[in-house]
Nanobody
């Protein structure tokens, strides 16, 4: 079973950028569809972006044009490049791995705070 560890969160001013990383171990990442989700206090967890094993991407409307999901299969890592950050992007960001026939796996999350 794959294990996931997110990193790269932090405090950034509005308009700034961050790059989140999701490092996988215990399995080969290229077999998995991957996603980034986020959860703000008092809100449900919501989808931010997904990338299939073949590289097809999908984004929430709220982040289209600002965020980019990518994967580096040799490094077993998925990234979320976040530009033009807004205060409403503040949340805990989670990485998720999906593979047919296996239970979904979540990382522990990384906090992103956008504030001046």
């Amino acid at each position: 079973q794959v294990q996931l560890v997110e990193s790269g969160g932090g405090l950034v001013q509005p308009g700034g950028s961050l790059r989140l990383s999701c490092a996988a171990s215990g399995s080969i990442l290229r077999f998995y569809a991957m996603g980034w989700y986020r959860q703000a206090p008092g809100n449900q967890r919501e989808l931010v972006a997904t990338i299939s094993s073949g590289g097809s991407t999908n984004y929430a409307d709220s982040v289209k044009g600002r965020f980019t999901i990518s994967r580096d299969n040799p490094k077993n890592t998925v990234y979320l490049q976040m530009n033009s950050l807004k205060p409403e992007d503040t949340a805990v960001y989670y990485c998720k791995a999906n593979r047919m026939g296996y239970s979904a796996t979540w990382g522990q999350g990384t906090q992103v705070t956008v504030s001046s």
